[in-house]
């Protein structure tokens, strides 16, 4: 739905009371933010190339106070356990999540947190936490636009142009940068892992990579980062060893992934954990069985929606959280927009279904 249309229907929307009425309708309920990285516009020598991920720190603080006057906020597992005991409360429940560890949560997003005292939940990749190895996705982002900003004639004499790597670059090139990454991200979800891996080695090849991050701002949070974290009161939560997708991988190698993470976690925090975001948000039932099997109790998807009372712990749906989505055309939040967002009428109104979203 175009910008504009968008905001003509929150303004409306907001003028008839709809989210204030929803929220009381739904005190007993709990929505889950989902945010990736946190990075102030000129953070990066080269702009982010999965931009979607990307929320300003300015940002994230408006959203932070609008979100503490409309809800009680707690970390996710606090709040779950919240959401099932009894009792009205006078207002729902908000937690906010961060996927895949990035340093610029510690230095970003906890301390404007914690200066609107919010407690987050930051979903941690155990085996990557203090290594240089940047996530796959990252890895493909960065490799096909560098292979993409050179020339067409570089680009047909190049040894993988006519293979799968050679394709993602040929298709990123045509759509002129940047507006076809999250396609190429998507279709290399679906590949088996060892085609996927082979193709990214490739890739890494081409442009002289290692498979390392290309800044220091690119980089995930250190084992002490976490350790900080959770010192401060955040709660630091799973989301695998490897960020694979689960339904993917056998039952065995799944709940490597799961337990596996959750004891590394539960050794570098020195308590228990029981949270868990499914990497891209990729889970089925067995999935979910085996999540539990692993101990977690509660486990979020990328599916959109509240969360209610009788929800099962471990499909809980979260709110993607775009800057662009929730912004007037100047860039400022809109709360209106924001609200519509968080009350769950913006699905709803704007038509949107089930949804899988993003490299997470
Ligand atoms: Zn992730």
């Known amino acids: 739905m175009k910008h504009r249309l968008r905001s003509l229907v929150a303004r409306a929307a907001g003028a008839a009371g709809v ?8 005190r007993r309920s709990l929505v889950v933010l989902c945010y990736h990285r946190v990075l102030p516009p000129d953070a990066l020598p080269e702009p982010y190339p999965l931009a979607e991920l990307v929320v300003t720190p300015e940002a994230l603080a408006q959203h932070a106070s609008l979100c503490r006057t409309l809800y ?29 560890g990035y340093w610029d949560n510690v230095t970003h997003a906890a301390p404007v947190l914690e200066a609107h005292g919010v407690r987050g939940t930051f979903f941690v990749v155990t085996g990557l936490l203090g290594t240089q190895t940047a996530p796959w996705y990252d890895q493909l982002a960065r490799a096909v636009v560098r292979l993409a900003d050179r ?26 940068h940047g507006l076809r990454l999250g396609h190429i991200v998507s279709d290399a979800k679906r590949l088996a892992p060892p085609v996927r891996e082979e193709a990214i080695r490739r890739l890494n090849a081409a442009v002289g990579s290692l498979g390392a991050f290309d800044t220091h701002q690119d980089r995930l949070m250190t084992p002490d980062d976490a350790r900080r974290l959770a010192a401060a009161g955040h709660e630091v939560a799973s989301h695998t060893r490897t960020h694979p997708l689960l339904p993917q991988l056998t039952d065995e190698e799944a709940l490597a992934e799961l337990a596996g993470s959750r004891d590394d976690l539960a050794a570098l925090i020195g308590g228990p954990v029981s949270s868990l975001a499914y990497p891209n948000g990729s889970y089925d039932g067995r999935v979910a069985g085996l999540a539990r099997r692993a101990g977690y109790a509660v486990a979020v998807t990328m599916r959109a929606g509240l969360n209610r009372p009788d929800a099962d712990g471990l499909e809980l749906g979260r709110v993607f959280v775009s800057q662009q989505r929730l912004s007037h055309d100047d860039g400022a939040l809109s709360t209106r927009l924001m609200e519509l967002e968080l009350c769950g009428a ?5 038509l949107r279904r089930w949804r899988s979203r993003g490299a997470s």
Do not use: M, N, Y
Not at 19 to 26: G, I
Not at 75 to 92: F, I, Y
Not at 157 to 165: G, I, M, R, S
């Open 151 to 176: 020339t067409v004639p570089e680009l047909s004499k190049h040894p993988t142009h006519d293979d799968l790597a050679g394709k993602w670059i040929a298709e990123h090139f045509r759509h002129r």
């Open 19 to 26: 989210c204030r009425l929803l929220r009381r309708v739904r």
């Open 346 to 350: 913006a699905d709803v109104l704007f």
């Open 72 to 100: 009680d906020c707690l970390p996710l597992r606090e709040a779950v356990q919240r959401l099932r005991s009894d009792g009205t409360p006078d207002k729902p429940l908000l937690s906010f999540t961060f996927d895949d």
